[in-house]
């Protein structure tokens, strides 16, 4: 289907705009760093193998990474799961667009949808799991998957948008891969939002003032996604009673995912850092926005309880630079996309994700995209993620 066919197919109120998807991810293919390692990194690099009896995404020949299945809960026949049960499928199992750039820009061409930022899982979402492993394989692990996104983005004509993932545990390292990713296409970087449970000073130290200069230089937004580090134990949580069942476990931690990010934009508006770098982008990612209004509330509150010397309002300083991605939300969105700014707040589907809007995830916001005036609709719909990651607009 050509985008014309696409435009038709949208909902009455989306007629007209050029939609953006702020979060997408993508399942990574089984030869994505094979095919791409130095020979005497080839049995080391991330794989699937049998571990324990299992197949499972490990990195230096034994060490779990992931479960094997691809991280979809879209079947190939387009039916989807809501359980478990799709960490045993294999790769033939799920929709072909969650790793085929043709047929994912077939289903974004079917659903309306023009661009699609995506992120990763092998590694996390931050690139968390490389820890698991010496500096010179976890370098190079990352270094191969940034250079398979970028071959993804040019594959996909700039419709898909991979976030590049930083080697955060070396900030000079981070610095020079950001450049590189910058020169290779990418538009914006993922990063680990607890480095300090890894013996590194906290994101608010000067420690990594060069990395916000260079993401500055560079126009490349930090994106903050659930379950992007250490604190994200298992996908249920500690705190999911044990008599749920599986189902009502994966609702459980898909919901406590969210309010992580609460943790990770409470310590950086305490950190005041964002007032030193004023031009710093800043994004909360498959987080919705909800909380956030009240949370910015809160943090002004007790900042000032606590004689905490801001120069710049919490709801003042989010408007100039912190950005939030919703997609299940309907029944208030307007009112809070009005109240946090309608210029900070993007629309996502965390396609192919359990959690996702699929099927007919526009058909889902097209009530609520109704009740946005045109220009605010076009601004959370794609002008504000155009902007954000320097898409340009067909």
Known sequence: MNMIGALDAKPSSLQG????????????WDDLWTSRAPAKFKDRVPQRKQLDGKLSWVIDGDKFLFYGAPCSSIR??????????????????????????????????????????????????????????????????????????????????NRILPMALLPWWDVKQSVAEAERCRKMGLRGVNINSDPQ??????????????LWETCIDNDLPVNFHIGASDESVTWSGLGCWPSHGSGAQLAFGSMML???????????????????????????VESGVGWMPFLLEAVEYEMNECKIN?????????????????????????????????????????????????????????????????????????????????????
């Open 76 to 157: 190939k026949d387009g039916s989807k799961s809501f359980d478990f049960d799709f960490l045993n499928w294999k790769m033939e199992d799920v929709h072909p667009g969650a790793y085929d750039v043709k047929a994912r820009i077939q289903y974004m061409d079917e659903l309306g949808v023009w661009a699609q930022i995506a992120y990763p899982n092998v590694l996390g979402f931050g690139g968390i799991k490389a820890s698991l492993v010496d500096v010179e394989l976890r370098l190079l692990s990352v270094k191969i998957f940034n250079d398979a996104m970028a071959e993804m983005q040019s594959e996909s004509g």
């Open 310 to 394: 801001y120069t710049v309002p919490p709801f003042e300083l989010f408007r100039r630079q912190v950005y939030g991605c919703s997609w299940f939300e309907r029944r208030h969105f307007v009112e809070n996309t009005r109240i946090l700014g309608v210029n900070n707040i993007m629309f996502e589907t965390d396609f192919p994700h359990p959690t996702c809007l699929y099927p007919g995830a526009l058909d889902y916001v097209a009530e609520a995209a109704g009740k946005f005036t045109p220009e605010e609709r076009a601004k959370v719909f794609g002008g504000n993620a155009a902007r954000i990651y320097n898409i340009p607009m067909p």
């Open 197 to 210: 449970f890894h013996g590194l000073p906290d994101l608010g130290n000067v420690h990594w003032y060069p």
């Open 17 to 28: 705009i050029t939609v953006i998807d702020a979060d997408t991810h993508v399942s990574e």
């Open 258 to 284: 969210f309010m992580g990010n609460a943790r990770v934009l409470a310590n950086i508006f305490l950190s005041l850092f964002l007032e030193r770098f004023p031009a710093l982008k800043i994004v909360s």
